[in-house]
């Protein structure tokens, strides 16, 4: 069993006021993960007050690292944290990588926190361990119960401190929604607002098909905008389908045709039963998209 990698990025910010460059530590070191290394007084770990990525890295290759790198620096930006280093948290990610000895599936978190209180450093670290094996699950699929978020489809706009659409430390609701799938016999969860959309599933965007149309719920409802979802897509738009980003009411999902939840680790696993009734499963469309996703 391979041990995790972990990279302590000591710079995680974007700090070119702070002098000549000749004088500061190196932005990353590698570091035992095994060693104490965060602060009990981090409020990373007591308030969940901080931001994280999972990427995926298939045989070396990591398509999606932009997207994330990306979406990293927006769900920052929500929390009021300063700008991440692009430069650094990439260097270290490579790092992260270059050090991990070679596995099909590679799984690299990138974290950023708000520091210890009152002293006004950010924590930052990545961390690169073997991927779990999702296999199973994209062939057989998951049965999924949808769950009311308690929000309204507009509550990023009317509420932005509720914090939707940044991918923060703080997953207790989400698991919490988990285990109440558990409690009614599936596997996971769709949210819906209280107003009647559908949004996404507590790890994974929401693809839903019709005859020859793809659509998921649109980012503007103030969820996660979806790297994988963007790369199904992109395969989905080479088929020759059409695609499209917008508001579905909670009463498409039970009409449509399939049903996918997409993440960057598990990639496409079908919906094969939604509130207790089955729903059908294109295997060979499922396979050609966890394909593409592995590669690309």
Request: proline share 6%.
């Given at each position: 069993?391979?041990?995790?990698?972990?990279?302590?990025?000591?710079?995680?910010?974007?700090d070119e006021s702070e002098g000549s460059t000749d004088a500061r530590p190196a932005p990353f070191s590698q570091a035992d993960p095994a060693l104490p290394h965060?602060?009990?007084?981090?409020?990373?770990?007591?308030?969940?007050?901080?931001?994280?990525?999972?990427?995926?890295?298939?045989?070396?290759?990591?398509?999606?690292?932009?997207?994330?790198?990306?979406?990293?620096?927006?769900?920052?930006?929500?929390?009021?944290?300063?700008?991440?280093?692009?430069?650094?948290?990439?260097?270290?990610?490579?790092?992260?990588?270059?050090?991990?000895?070679?596995?099909?599936?590679?799984?690299?978190?990138?974290?950023?926190?708000?520091g210890i209180e009152g002293q006004d450093a950010p924590t930052g670290w990545i961390l690169a361990q073997p991927g779990r094996d999702f296999s199973r699950e994209?062939?057989?699929?998951?049965?999924?119960?949808?769950?009311?978020?308690?929000?309204?489809?507009?509550?990023?706009?009317?509420?932005?401190?509720?914090?939707?659409?940044?991918?923060?430390?703080?997953?207790?609701?989400?698991?919490?929604?988990?285990?109440?799938?558990?409690?009614?016999?599936?596997?996971?969860?769709?949210?819906?607002?209280?107003?009647?959309?559908?949004?996404?599933?507590?790890?994974?965007?929401?693809?839903?098909?019709?005859?020859?149309?793809?659509?998921?719920?649109?980012?503007?409802?103030?969820?996660?905008?979806?790297?994988?979802?963007?790369?199904?897509?992109?395969?989905?738009?080479?088929?020759?389908?059409?695609?499209?980003?917008?508001?579905?009411?909670?009463?498409?999902?039970?009409?449509?045709?399939?049903?996918?939840?997409v993440s960057s680790i598990r990639r496409a696993v079908p919906v094969v039963e939604l509130d207790g009734v089955a729903k059908a499963v294109d295997r060979e469309?499922?396979?050609?998209?966890?394909?593409?996703?592995?590669?690309?």
């Amino acid at each position: 069993m391979s041990v995790p990698v972990l990279i302590l990025v000591t710079r995680p910010l974007d700090d070119e006021s702070e002098g000549s460059t000749d004088a500061r530590p190196a932005p990353f070191s590698q570091a035992d993960p095994a060693l104490p290394h965060l602060s009990v007084l981090d409020l990373g770990a007591t308030r969940g007050d901080g931001v994280f990525e999972t990427v995926m890295v298939a045989e070396g290759a990591a398509p999606a690292i932009d997207a994330h790198l990306d979406r990293f620096a927006a769900s920052a930006k929500l929390l009021d944290l300063p700008e991440p280093n692009r430069e650094v948290w990439r260097a270290a990610f490579d790092a992260a990588v270059a050090a991990h000895p070679p596995v099909e599936l590679l799984a690299v978190k990138l974290v950023l926190t708000r520091g210890i209180e009152g002293q006004d450093a950010p924590t930052g670290w990545i961390l690169a361990q073997p991927g779990r094996d999702f296999s199973r699950e994209r062939v057989e699929g998951v049965r999924v119960v949808t769950l009311d978020r308690g929000y309204r489809h507009d509550v990023a706009a009317t509420s932005p401190w509720l914090l939707q659409g940044a991918k923060t430390l703080s997953y207790a609701v989400n698991t919490a929604a988990i285990r109440e799938a558990k409690r009614r016999g599936a596997h996971d969860v769709i949210f819906t607002s209280s107003d009647g959309f559908v949004l996404e599933a507590p790890t994974a965007s929401v693809l839903l098909r019709e005859g020859d149309r793809f659509t998921t719920p649109s980012a503007e409802l103030g969820i996660l905008p979806g790297t994988t979802q963007r790369r199904a897509f992109a395969l989905l738009e080479e088929l020759g389908y059409e695609t499209g980003s917008v508001r579905l009411r909670s009463s498409e999902l039970g009409r449509a045709d399939a049903l996918w939840l997409v993440s960057s680790i598990r990639r496409a696993v079908p919906v094969v039963e939604l509130d207790g009734v089955a729903k059908a499963v294109d295997r060979e469309l499922t396979a050609r998209l966890n394909e593409y996703l592995g590669e690309h």
